[in-house]
């Protein structure tokens, strides 16, 4: 079965870095895009930043673009998303999450995802 484990989150002041991890397994990770969202409290999901299944494309939300980089290593079945300059804005869980969609950017589109892991930002 697909497995998607997020890890590296934690407790950050403003302007810290943090870098996420997530490893999977179960899937051709290589045939996958891969993707982060988070999820503020009381707010709703969102797209943070996807990469294409070779890693030749990337594409990020306006909020984080300049901050995060996404990366992934196709030996490893693992995507990295190195967060620079945080915001307490920032603060959410974050999910790695698999499409078979080149680019995909919605929810709908990720069949598998991962369960999370807490990012806090404090001022």
């Known amino acids: 079965q697909v497995q998607l484990v997020e890890s590296g989150g934690g407790l950050v002041q403003a302007g810290g870095s943090l870098r996420l991890s997530c490893a999977a397994s179960g899937l051709t990770f290589s045939s996958y895009a891969m993707a982060w969202f988070r999820q503020a409290p009381g707010k709703e999901r969102e797209f943070v930043a996807v990469?294409?299944?070779?890693?030749?494309?990337?594409y990020y939300a306006d909020s984080v673009k300049g901050r995060f980089t996404i990366s992934r290593d196709n030996a490893k079945d693992t995507v990295s998303l190195q967060m620079i300059s945080l915001k307490p804005g920032d603060t959410g869980v974050y999910y790695c999450a698999a499409s078979d969609t080149p680019g995909a950017t919605m929810q709908y589109e990720y069949d598998f995802w991962g369960q999370g892991t807490q990012v806090t930002v404090s001022s």
């Open positions: 990469i294409s299944w070779s890693g030749g494309m990337t």
